[in-house]
């Protein structure tokens, strides 16, 4: 690992408050370590407007490891920056070059409004779960035993890998049509394959389509950007059965 | 079942595009084959073969019904396809600043709403050009007329007929009258004619066959002659079946080349993500949908666009 | 010793929580809309402990810092969770779950606890089963399992490499469904900065809406912080940046003894420190110790040649390798617990075998090769190739790596630039989670009545070392199976409360102590950052309250913090204003309690003459270097009383250990 310094330039759109208009602004960073993470680079950006008496660039961030979701940043034109299966914390600057500009944007979606410079509000994403994802259980323990049914190792592995969602928003923040269907679809289906599940599988996915058409988002064309985008690869396979769980609902409930 | 879920919900929506544009796809299909009869039999053959077709395609009962789903379908992909695209759009109030959507996704993917609405303007034109003249400026369509040649001399016998559905063949030169474009009523005039004729003959003619004896005995239907009509769009010399020539054919088949290629592009990601839309994403049968996608959306167009080249360049 | 009742039931250790649970006192279900709960945190613990309380019917408010309460750091944890449940038939059982655990904490936690988490951690498995956590499978469809460090059965459950987040958002769809039920309200980027007592009772707290500024009064008949560990004093950490003591650090300015702070675990296999800007580190997941074997070059001068770049580490001879757990530890061999791990390989690189080119040439090997190839030829086997070619067995090798690890090598690469199937990860300890915490009894209560701290912020279960998968065991038992009986027991008497106004001199008063100390902050105008003097502190303690301590060095490290605090409130500079979201402003409020707590970490570890699990006195070993309990003089916890701004003044208590069902052994892990 020889690490490398480079010199860029970065253009961040700055905006004070979620009321204020916002405008990108240029600033001029020296001596970024190649081994540097993008967000060690945006702290090094802080330092120094720190020491210049500016204002800090705010922007959401938290594990540093690529699993809370909590960063979002446009990088470059990309959701979490040009590297695929990457959340932003886990993009390192040696996939930039000496005199590179780079772009650093908030997510743009109507149902995620930008709170300060890069930060924006995900709650929608919340308020979706909180329609119905999630198995009505109580938190007694004392359901039945966790091996009383098996369940095929096919459908485990595919509900995981639908589980492994991070709910950072990229999907949003890429899809021309900031639609949340990679996230809703994921949700839906880690439930729908899992025998647990089941039971509420209707409710669910009708609930959550609706919670997610009420927060503005947009609709699914298919371009299948949020999959390629996903820092953690859910495939629009899931979106499909969302489709399909929300088809047999719709058909078939007595609501 | 749930009536807001599937009438209102933005999945509802999809289901809808995907449904409509699937039927459109079979559509499509339907309308190459026929059409493909335009270049495939040669001669008085392919002509008599279209026009058959033609007239079938608009007096099938079945077929009716089958036509106005697809116009139906095609409005509603339209309107559905626009409200979609005017809520996506609003979904993105503010726009980024620098944006690479190539690197996650293909432009036809992305620019559905621009190629369907270039499509739609075709579909205007398109039957404007054809369906439009064919159906309801009755006037200026002419039907299908042939001329005989006696097989014991092979010259023209100075007879052109037109050819019926009934089978009967009546001469240009009689007396008929024309109305809603394609049905044949007698005249007095030729009925005397023919009445008289047939007592030449020593034959009588049943003046039973005639109890109305005014004009409202329809005896026969013409073919309309849609094949006069294409070739004249596309720059053959049909002035004797009454057709005026297109002056600038390479227009026409620029533009309709051009529509296809479009139509390509929509089909290249229409036609799997239809599938996808209806949920039916399979690891193993989703690449095959993929493949078959692909062919579909180049060969139709293809075919399509072959007709009014070969059209052309037989001028 | 009255300050310090740890109120646990008389009885054998198997019935001791039945029988307490049985006596405990109810609020019937028509009472418990009447009575407001605050938990603060909404890790596994808080999520949990909200939800079931939701659940049962209280007003619960929750409140988190993040913007989601599915962000918290319970998130990132990786390997798995413990539950002896005995599924492999490898002869696991309540007992020897109970017994690994005070073995592995290096017998410096509660026996009564303790049994009652081994208790309890099979209903974990089972209640997240049915919440629909994607743990992973066999093809039998039944629960796979895998092994952890300190133990030899098979008794961890998990889901990739990712148990953590399944856990934490099977928890938090739980609070989810609560909150879409009203029963629970959810207050995300809001950060609690201060309790409220009342007439001595917790009583609500003081928050900040991290959006606009706000502070905000809450007020509840009972407060429960789940606000996680402290390891963020290190500044470098596997922590979340957002990580912090404050929550804790507040309740203990008011009154809760702080317990055992200086114990804190660094774990063994983390990726090295990069360069002076780095702002976390990485943990590579515990389980891959099942696959990878750890060593260093045997002869320094291949380390050196390595450290340069002459060498690469495949070029090295297997007789040329020293695996120095497997040589010291041959029972246990890379499996050892992670106090051992670490300090094994502080060792070796002290003593200038570490390969990792880095100021400190801190860095040993986790080397998978032998592994890739021993699956390689298995799965060759089962395939039916008796005779498999090299390339074959490397192929299929990796697969299988790829199969159990691949999003961790994957995270590696992503972060190293180099891919660990071809060549060792290079790893080395970092500091991961504390045990010590907030004092409870074994209601999991504070010394503020009403004040409930649950998860890593207590101090309760791990004594001076966790076993690995035994974080999120604790924080879901806790919030699932403790805290409804016990919060209730509490709440029984406040039936006849009623609504707890806010509009009183208590809640005045804890607000201006909040507004004070922002705007302390905020009209500084210093000069330097608020991570430059969290930065300075990490170094403090990373060097002389971290891996290894002494005398010396811990008396310095209290000096120079004391400095430092000086330093920190005449120099800092925090832009911006207190109305509007302030990252820096959260930031200072935070390392300035992180701050006092590094001093009291300090002065903890300098009473503790003996060394024992995380806690590594350099004085106090053994010729082999092993860790020398004194069970004689330190058989107890430490609880710390604050005594007003001056940490060194705070007042020690005593709270003796007793082991009545295990007889207590050095540790062996040979």
Redesign the interface.
Known sequence: ???KYINITL?V?RQ??ANAKGA?ETYKLNEV?T???F???M??L??QL??D????V?F???????????CSM?I???AHG??T??TTC?L?M?KFNDGDTI?I?PW????FPV??DL?V???A??RI???????????????????AI????VD??K??EA??C??CGACVA?C????A?LFVGAKVS??AL?P??RVEAKERV?NM??Q??EE??????????CE??CPKGIS??N?????????K?????E? | ??KS??LS???????WMALTGLFLCLFLVGHLLGNLQLILIDGEDGKRAFNEYAYFMTHNPFIKILSYVTYISILFHAVDGIL?AI??K????????????S????LP??Q?AVLGSAILIFIVIHMANFWWKMKYSSKQMPLHTYVVYPPQTGNPSGDTLYYTTSGMQLPVSAQFEIRDGNKIFISDEWLNSEIEAAKSQGQEIDPKMFENKDKNVEIAEGYKDLHSLVYAFFGHNRSEQGFETNTMPEIALLLYVLSMIVLSFHLM?GFS?AF????????KY?PLIKKFGLVFSILVPLGFAIIPIVIYLTK | MSMLDSKIPEGHISQKWTDYKNHLKLVAPNNRPKIDVIVVGTGLAGS?AA??LG?MGYNVKAFCF????????S??AQGGINAA?N?QNDGDSIYRLFYDTIKGGDYRAREANVHRLAE?S??????????????????????DNRSFGGTQVQRTFY??G?T???LL?GA???L??Q??LGRVQ?F?RHEMLDIVKVDGKARGIIARNL?TGEIERHSAHAVIIATGGYGNVYFLS?N???SNVTAAWKIHKQGAMFANPCFVQIHPTCIPV??A????L??MSESLRNSGRIWVPKRKEDAEAIRE?RLKPTQLAEEDRDYFLERRYPAFGNLVPRDVASRAAKERCDAGYGIE?NDTNEGVYLDFSSEIRSKGKQAAFAQGDQNPSEDKILELGKKWVEEKYGNLF??YE?????NPYETPMKIYPAVHYTMGGVWVDYNLQSSIPGCFVAGEANFSDHGANRLGASALMQGLADG??VL?YTVSDYLANEIRTGKIPTDTPEFEEAENRVKSSIDRMLSNNGTK?V?HFHKRLGLIMWNKVGMGRNEQGLKEAIEEIATLKKEFFADV?V??SAE?????LEKALRVADLIDLGQLMAIDALQRKESCGGHFRDEYQDEEGETLRDDENFKYVAAWEYKGDDISQEQLHKEELKYEFIKIAARNYK
């Open positions: 690992m020889a690490s253009k759109w004070k408050n990108m370590s081994d540097s993470s967000l060690e680079m702290d090094q802080n330092e720190i020491n008496r500016q204002e800090p705010a959401d961030h938290d594990c540093r490891e690529g699993i809370c979701g909590m446009y470059n034109g990309r040009p590297d299966g990457t886990q390192h040696r772009y944007e743009r979606a109507k149902a709170i300060k930060v509000d995900r709650s994403f919340d779960q909180q329609a119905g994802g999630f198995v009505s259980v109580n938190t007694s323990g004392r359901t039945m035993d966790a091996n098996p369940v095929p190792k485990a592995d509900a995981f589980a492994a991070i709910g890429s021309k049509n900031s639609s269907m880690q439930y899992l647990q599940g009708l389509v609706r997610m058409d503005g988002f947009g609709n699914c064309t298919n371009t299948g950007a390629v985008e629009i396979e979106i499909a059965r969302m489709n399909r769980e929300f088809l609902a719709a058909l078939t409930s609501k | 079942m749930s879920a599937i919900s933005s999945i509802a929506k999809k289901y979609l809520q996506n609003k979904a993105r109030p503010v726009n980024y600043h620098y944006n690479n959507p690197a996650n996704s293909k993917a992305r559905m990601h993500s996808q839309s209806l949920g039916l994403n399979h690891r989703t | 949990s939800a079931s659940e993040q913007d989601s309460p599915r962000r918290a750091h998130i990132a449940k599924y309890v099979g209903n974990i498995i089972d209640q997240c089963v049915a919440q629909g956590v994607p743990f992973a499978r066999e093809y039998g469809g039944l629960l889901a990739a990712q953590g987040q399944q958002l938090y769809s739980a989810s469904r909150v879409g959810m995300h959006v596997t979340a940046m957002g990069h360069g800007n780095q702002s976390k990485t943990l770049g080119a994957q995270m992503k972060i190293t630039d180099e699932y199976f409804p950052s991570d500079f832009p911006g509007e979201l302030n990252p820096e």
